[in-house]
C-alpha cells in the first residue's frame, strides 16, 4: 500500500511539474472522515427526534383510549338521562291531562260553591230581616197595650222625657239601661242625583296647621267646615275653602289616628294612640266623655246614623260598639287576627265593616253580634274602606297600593285598580259613584 502510495506520489508530482494537470478544474477531494462523522451526527440526533416522537405517540395513544372511554360513559349516561327525560315528559303529560280532568271538575264544583254561598247569604238576610220584623212588630203590639193603660202612659211619658235629657247631656248623666238597637230607615239619598267629581282638581290653599303629620281629615256634616288629626295629639277645626282655624281640641296622651262626627254634627269622636276614644263637644270645645276599655291603640272610629252608637278599630285586634248614653261598650267583636285598621257603617243599617292587617275584610251584624260575611282578595294590610252613597258597593285600599272595588250584596270583586308600589292610605267615593279618590303613601291623589 505503502509502495502504491509513492508510486501515485511520484506520478503526480512529475504531472505537475510538467504542467499538464490544472489544479484549479480538478474537484476537491472531500474528507470522508468528517462527512462520515456528520451523518453519524445526524443520524444520531435524527434516532433520537424518532425515540422522542414514539414516546409522545405512545402518550397520545394512551389519552385517546382514555377520551375514548370516557366518550362510551358519556355516550351511555346521555342515553340514561335521554330515557329518564322521555319518562318524565310521559308523566308530565299524564299529569296534565288530570289536571284537565280536575280543573274542569273543580271549576264546576267552585261554581255550585258560590250559587249555595249567595243562596244561603240571601236567605240569611231574609231571616234577619224576618226576625227584625217580627221583633218590630212585638215592639207595636207592646205599645199599644200600654197606652190602654193610663199609669203606664204617664210612666213612658216621663221616661220619654228623661230620655230626651239624658240625649241632650249624655256626658253628664249616662244611662243605666240599654239603647235600644233601631230599626233600619230607608235611604234618602238613593232618590238624589249627583254631578261627578270635577275631575281638574287643584290646590285652594295650604296651611301649616300641625307641628306634626296629620294622620286623618273628616268633614263636618251639612257644612263647609272639616277637622284635622295629627301626630302631635291634637285635633281642629278649619274653614272650607278659605282654611281658617275655628278650633284646636286637647287632651289626648299621644297621636290622634282617627275622627268621626256625630250625624248631627253636635259632637266629634277621636281615637288615640293611648288607648282612649273621646267624645267631644263642640258647641264648648272640651271632651264630656272618655271611653278605656281598648287595650292598644284606637285605628279606627264611625258613627251609627242614629247617633247613639259607635264603633272602634283597634291595634287589640277587637272591635267594640259603644252606647253613648250609657257611656259604655256593649259589645266587642273578635274575629281578625291582626290589627283593625278601618271600620265603617253601612247607611242606614245595622251592618258595619272592618278592615284588618290580616288582608281581610269581616261585615258584622250588631243585632246578632255575628260575622255575617268575610271578603277576602286583597294581598296586604287593608288600610282603608268606603260605602257609596247607595250603600251596595265597598272601596278597599291596601299596603300593596291595590284598590279594590266588591258587590256587597253579592259578596264579590267588581273591580281592582292598581295605584303604584305606595301604599293607599285612604279611599273615599265622590257623591256620583263614578268616581274613587285614593290617599297614597307616595303623597300624591289619584282619582
Known amino acids: 500500500m505503502k509502495r502504491t502510495i509513492d508510486a501515485f506520489q511520484r506520478e503526480w508530482f512529475k504531472l505537475k511539474t510538467e504542467g499538464k494537470v490544472d ?23 435524527l434516532q433520537k427526534e424518532l425515540d422522542a416522537a414514539k414516546i409522545v405517540a405512545e402518550r ?10 370516557q366518550r362510551d360513559l358519556r355516550k351511555i349516561h346521555h342515553r340514561r338521562v335521554q330515557q329518564e327525560k322521555d319518562k318524565l315528559n310521559a308523566e308530565i303529560e299524564k299529569l296534565k291531562a288530570t289536571y284537565e280532568k280536575y ?23 231574609q231571616r234577619k230581616g224576618l ?4 221583633e218590630q212588630l212585638e215592639k207595636t203590639k207592646q205599645r199599644l197595650t200600654e197606652t190602654l193603660d193610663a199609669q203606664k202612659e204617664k210612666e213612658v ?69 272639616f277637622a284635622t288629626a295629627s301626630d302631635d295629639s291634637t285635633w281642629k277645626l278649619w274653614t272650607i275653602p278659605q282654611g281658617d282655624l275655628i278650633m284646636c281640641g286637647e287632651g289626648h296622651q299621644d297621636w290622634v289616628s282617627s275622627l268621626a ?26 271632651y264630656k266623655i272618655t271611653l278605656m276599655e ?25 272591635a267594640k260598639l259603644w252606647d253613648l248614653n250609657m257611656q259604655k261598650s256593649r259589645y266587642s267583636y273578635r274575629g281578625h287576627v291582626d290589627s283593625i285598621n278601618t271600620i ?37 294590610a287593608v288600610n282603608s274602606l268606603a260605602f257609596n252613597l247607595a250603600g251596595d258597593q265597598l272601596a278597599s285600599g291596601d299596603a300593596d297600593g291595590a284598590v279594590r272595588v266588591w258587590d256587597v250584596k253579592m259578596v264579590r270583586e267588581i273591580g281592582n285598580y292598581d295605584c303604584g308600589k305606595h301604599a293607599a292610605n285612604s279611599v273615599t267615593w265622590d257623591n256620583s259613584g263614578n268616581y274613587i279618590v285614593v290617599a297614597g303613601d307616595d303623597s300624591k291623589i289619584r282619582l
Not at 397520545?60 to 372511554?69: D, I, P, Q, V
Not at 285605628?299 to 272602634?312: E, M, N
Not at 245595622?350 to 277576602?376: E, H, P
Request: charged share 25%; with cysteine.
Open 103 to 125: 280543573q274542569v271538575k273543580f271549576k264546576e264544583l267552585s261554581g255550585k260553591y258560590e250559587a249555595l254561598r249567595t243562596e244561603k247569604m240571601l236567605i240569611d238576610f
Open 261 to 286: 262626627f256625630h250625624p248631627k254634627g253636635l259632637m266629634l269622636a277621636t281615637g288615640s294612640g293611648d288607648c282612649s276614644i273621646k267624645v267631644w263637644d263642640i258647641a264648648s270645645a272640651s
Open 23 to 45: 489544479l484549479s478544474k480538478l474537484p476537491q477531494v472531500p474528507a470522508v472522515y468528517q462527512e462520515n462523522q456528520k451523518l453519524h451526527d445526524q443520524l444520531t440526533f
Open 344 to 380: 265603617k257603617w253601612k247607611p242606614y243599617t245595622n251592618y258595619f265593616m272592618t278592615g284588618s292587617a290580616d288582608k281581610s275584610i269581616s261585615l258584622w251584624d250588631i243585632r246578632s253580634n255575628l260575622c255575617v260575611q268575610t271578603f277576602s282578595g286583597h294581598n296586604n
Open 60 to 69: 397520545a395513544e394512551t389519552t385517546g383510549r382514555k377520551l375514548c372511554k
Open 157 to 225: 211619658l216621663e221616661d220619654k222625657a228623661q230620655d230626651e235629657e239624658i240625649k241632650k247631656k249624655p256626658a253628664d248623666r249616662p244611662t243605666k239601661e240599654p239603647t235600644p238597637i233601631p230599626d233600619e230607615v230607608p235611604n234618602a239619598l238613593l232618590e238624589k242625583r249627583f254631578e261627578p267629581v270635577n275631575v281638574g282638581l287643584s290646590v285652594l290653599k295650604s296651611r301649616k296647621g300641625h307641628m306634626l303629620g296629620v294622620s286623618t281629615v273628616a268633614v263636618f256634616p251639612g257644612k263647609d267646615i
Open 294 to 318: 281598648h287595650a292598644e291603640a284606637v285605628w279606627a272610629l264611625d258613627y251609627h246614623f242614629s247617633g247613639d252608637f259607635l264603633v272602634s278599630g283597634s291595634m287589640d285586634q277587637s
Open 131 to 134: 226576625i227584625a220584623r217580627i
